[in-house]
């Protein structure tokens, strides 16, 4: 089986508290003299603490257009992307030139060359790695990416494969726009990185006894949602990404995920109660509530990832990594038993992994 064999995230050092960017973001998205209570209010209910951003908060005024925006993208990610990549690498005690495939994701901005190719030099890439540079899966990219090295390492059990998600959600913010879509995606969606490197089951790395490597990878499973493509995505405009975010996403959750998680489980021969840890996505407060009770999860299931959103915020694709990074390092399960990895995002579709700590 697949081998996690680290997983590192990376936060850009701009940090500040919610109430902070709420003032500075109700100076960019509403008109002047505009009554506020929406965005006040809708920032609070997102029930994140703090973000860290992609610039200087006083920097977002003077993003003029799509152009400008994405410059700023390109050059934080291939910074954010080395940084998590190479102490990804460095905890598994691997070097770039052991890479044989490196897949990069994002939604929050596009680069040609792509960013895994602009790292490639700064990493230590050999320069026959094989790139996937992967674009439009949004907030299930993480598991998806996750899923997608497994189905590689399968067919090349020998092999080291990286996945690395960068999304800096808050270029995407939509100047004098004082929609309720627009509002709530600048109360919820932070900036970061996440790397994970995995490897073959007959990589000498996978058996190392010396090194304590992180879950195997057993099974994974995707599921799109027929008739539900306009509930969450982007409308690209000359201002760049603007969200589309339906307000009945919860709903969707509770009508497919249960069926979905739990005919996966039962497939593998188990069931809800055995699974030892949920790692998954931070999707905002009412996703979350719906996942655990569509599932019902018993109490405390969710709380590394309420803990992530509160911390960092929803990174769309980093974020169900981070939640991973920390379940290694704060809540590491018994060694042998099962552990699912769930994240959402546009299509709409899910997409489940099936860990064995």
Same mark, same amino acid.
């Given at each position: 089986m697949t081998r996690i064999a680290a997983v590192r995230g990376a936060l850009p050092p701009n940090r500040y508290p919610q109430s902070e960017i709420t003032d500075a973001f109700a100076r960019i998205c509403l008109p002047p003299g505009a009554d506020r209570r929406l965005l006040d209010r809708l920032h609070t209910s997102a029930r994140v603490g703090h973000r860290n951003l992609?610039? #200087?908060?006083?920097?977002? &005024?003077?993003? @003029?257009?799509f152009g400008t925006a994405n410059a *700023?993208?390109?050059e934080a990610a291939v910074d954010l992307g080395a940084e998590a990549v190479g102490g990804a690498l460095e905890a598994a005690g691997l070097t770039g030139a052991d890479v044989d495939m490196i897949m990069f994701t994002s939604v929050t901005g596009i680069a040609a060359p792509s960013v895994d190719a602009r790292l490639a030099t700064r990493l230590g890439l050999r320069p026959d790695v094989k790139r996937v540079p992967v674009f439009g899966l949004g907030c299930v990219a993480g598991a998806a990416g996750i899923a997608r090295l497994h189905d590689y390492l399968r067919g090349w059990p020998g092999h080291v494969a990286v996945l690395l998600s960068v999304e800096l959600c808050s270029l995407t913010l939509q100047r004098g726009d004082a929609s309720t879509v627009n509002l709530v995606a600048?109360?919820?969606? !932070? @900036?970061g990185a996440a790397a994970v490197v995995a490897c073959g089951p007959e990589h000498p790395s996978s058996t190392a006894a010396d090194r304590p490597y992180g879950p195997a990878v057993v099974a994974t499973r995707g599921h799109l949602y027929p008739g539900t493509e306009t509930v969450m995505g982007w409308e690209v405009r000359d201002t760049g990404f603007r969200v589309v975010l339906d307000a !009945?996403? #919860?709903? $969707? $959750?509770? &009508? +497919?995920?249960? @069926? @979905? $998680? +739990?005919g996966f489980l039962r497939d593998h021969g188990l069931t809800a109660r055995e699974v030892t840890a949920w790692v998954c996505h931070p999707g905002g407060p009412k996703v979350?509530? &719906?996942? *655990?009770?569509t599932l019902d999860l018993p109490e405390g299931a969710l709380d590394l990832t309420w803990r992530?959103?509160?911390d960092i915020g929803n990174l769309s694709s980093s974020s169900v990594l981070h939640v991973l990074r920390d379940t290694l390092a704060l809540r590491p399960p018994p060694p042998g038993t099962p552990g699912l990895l769930i994240a959402m !995002? #546009? !299509?709409?579709c899910s997409e489940l992994v099936l860990l064995r700590w």
């Open positions: 992609a610039l #200087p908060l006083e920097q977002y &005024a003077k993003l @003029d257009g *700023a993208f390109i600048s109360g919820l969606f !932070g @900036d !009945g996403v #919860p709903e $969707v $959750v509770r &009508a +497919h995920l249960a @069926d @979905d $998680v +739990h979350l509530q &719906a996942v *655990a009770e992530s959103l509160e !995002g #546009p !299509g709409f």
